[in-house]
Structure formats: structure tokens, C-alpha cells
T-cell receptor
């Protein structure tokens, strides 16, 4: 079992709808989670991070963390074609020597 | 705009060549990272520098040699690479090694012929 798992997609969402990206993790010791957006041929860009249970909102983005269910999600409201990218979820764990543990990424396609 | 810069953007090199990748960050961060990323895969950590000292080397072959001349600069020296080393090489930085918020440069697309 991979430590951080994401559905590779592609996830296709109509423009203006809510895109929901999900990530599960296996290590209950994981403490914080990061969402990176990566456009094709470009580098990852940090868009959200969350440390505590619950929701964290930043503009059109909401990160959700449920430690009991070992589940992290990223919601994108009012999806735009420019949101089409691969979204990488990364977590941490206490014995990871300060390294991020990466999921494989979910490809999101926003259809006009 | 990224505050982590990398040069060159693209590099094609033969297996006998020696080349270097360069990274500079302007955020006052004290931890810097080299990652390798193959197509449709997440970044793979290669090296971590903390306060200009190498703190993590993820069993990377010796044909990759990192160098941190000062807190803002990070180099990756390449020698005798193999075609399978072709990838996107990413530099990242964070406030310090214990800070997981890492910010990436634009990357160098390396092709080994």
C-alpha cells in the first residue's frame, strides 16, 4: 500500500462546477498535508496546506483534513479551464526525516 | 513569479559530457532541495542542504554531485550520465529543513543522448 494515494484520473469537471480532489494516507502519524498544482511541463506550485482537522479556505480553494478517516481533499469552486492541471498531494510523517511523502497526482480537466 | 530561479531551462548532453545545473533562491530560506521528476510521476527527492550542509543524500549515484556555495545558491554537477537520467530536475527551498512548505523553481529539462 502506498503511503499517500490519489486516483490518477483524469477527473473531468464542467466549467463552473466544484472539482473535488481526494487523497488518502496510511500513516496515522502524518501531521500535515500539502496540495501542489502542476501544469504540463512546468514545476509544482504550492497552493494549499493544512495541519489541523477541518476545513481551510483560500479563495476558490478549500482543503479538508479528516485525521480519523485518514483523508485529505481539495475542493475547487467555480472551476475554470485554467485549473486544468495535475494536483499532487503530499504529506509528512514524524520519521520521514523532514521529507514530503508524495502521492502520484490526479489529472484534472475542466471542460468549457 | 517564482523566487526560485534555475538555469538552464533546457539542457541536452552526451553521456561523456560534464555540465552543471544552477539554482538560486531569493527568499532567505536556509534549506534547499534537488528533486528529479520523470513524466507522470511525482518528484523524487535527491539531496537536501540545510544551512549549506548536505543533510540528506537519497542514495543518488555519484554521477550527480551537489554543491551549495552559499545559502542562496545550489548547484548540481553532472558527469557521465545515462539516457535514463533524462528528466525534469527541480530545485526547491523552504524556510528551514523542518519547514515542509517547499517552493519550487521552474526546473531544468535534461535530455541525455
Amino acid at each position: 500500500q502506498k503511503e499517500v494515494e490519489q486516483n490518477s484520473g483524469p477527473l473531468s469537471v464542467p466549467e463552473g462546477a466544484i472539482a473535488s480532489l481526494n487523497c488518502t494516507y496510511s500513516d496515522r502519524g502524518s501531521q500535515s498535508f500539502f496540495w501542489y498544482r502542476q501544469y504540463s511541463g512546468k514545476s509544482p506550485e504550492l497552493i494549499m496546506f493544512i495541519y489541523s482537522n477541518g476545513d481551510k479556505e483560500d479563495g476558490r480553494f478549500t482543503a479538508q483534513l479528516n485525521k480519523a478517516s485518514q483523508y485529505v481533499s481539495l475542493l475547487i469552486r467555480d472551476s475554470q479551464p485554467s485549473d486544468s492541471a495535475t494536483y499532487l498531494c503530499a504529506g509528512t510523517r514524524m520519521d520521514s526525516n523532514y521529507q514530503l511523502i508524495w502521492g502520484a497526482g490526479t489529472k484534472l480537466i475542466i471542460k468549457p | 513569479d517564482t523566487e526560485v530561479t534555475q538555469t538552464p531551462k533546457h539542457l541536452v548532453m552526451g553521456m561523456t559530457n560534464k555540465k552543471s545545473l544552477k539554482c538560486e533562491q531569493h527568499m532567505g530560506h536556509r534549506a534547499m532541495y534537488w528533486y528529479k521528476q520523470k513524466a507522470k510521476k511525482p518528484p523524487e527527492l535527491m539531496f537536501v542542504y540545510s544551512y549549506e550542509k548536505l543533510s540528506i543524500n537519497e542514495s543518488v549515484p555519484s554521477r550527480f554531485s551537489p554543491e551549495c556555495p552559499n545559502s542562496s545558491l545550489l548547484n548540481l554537477h553532472l558527469h557521465a550520465l545515462q539516457p535514463e537520467d533524462s528528466a525534469l530536475y527541480l530545485c526547491a527551498s523552504s524556510q528551514d529543513r523542518g519547514d515542509y512548505e517547499q517552493y519550487f523553481g521552474p526546473g531544468t529539462r535534461l535530455t541525455v543522448t
